[in-house]
């Protein structure tokens, strides 16, 4: 399995941005793909957006257009923007890694970070 960190997180008020980094040690990153997931009080763990290795992108619906994946193999990084928070994207947010799949359910990823804070005031 692959370790992961996050870090990124904060408090902004609506409309600002945040950059969310993931990093991964233990294992080849560049072959994984590197899911975003998210959760808020009281709400199921979802999907956010992933990455695949070979550069695919995937975005769930309520994110499209105001955040972007992207990954630095050569840092072992993914990193999440996102601009033109609400919030509603007020949440804890998780990347987790999966070798050999193109999910977006949280079952089908195997190696999980501890989850970064993002808090969006209005």
């Known amino acids: 399995q692959v370790q992961l960190v996050e870090s990124g997180g904060g408090l902004v008020q609506a409309g600002e941005s945040l950059r969310l980094s993931c990093v991964a040690s233990?294992?080849?990153?560049?072959?994984?793909?590197v899911g975003w997931f998210r959760q808020a009080p009281g709400k199921e763990r979802e999907f956010v957006a992933r990455?695949?290795?070979?550069?695919?992108?995937d975005y769930a619906d309520s994110v499209k257009g105001r955040f972007t994946i992207s990954r630095d193999n050569a840092k072992n990084t993914v990193y999440l923007q996102m601009n033109s928070l609400k919030p509603e994207d007020t949440a804890v947010y998780y990347c987790?890694?999966?070798?050999?799949?193109?999910?977006?359910?949280?079952?089908?990823?195997?190696?999980w970070g501890q989850g970064t804070q993002v808090t969006v005031s209005s």
């Open positions: 990455i695949r290795w070979s550069g695919n992108l």
């Open positions: 233990g294992r080849t990153f560049s072959s994984y793909t």
């Open positions: 987790a890694a999966a070798l050999g799949k193109w999910g977006n359910t949280r079952y089908e990823y195997d190696s």
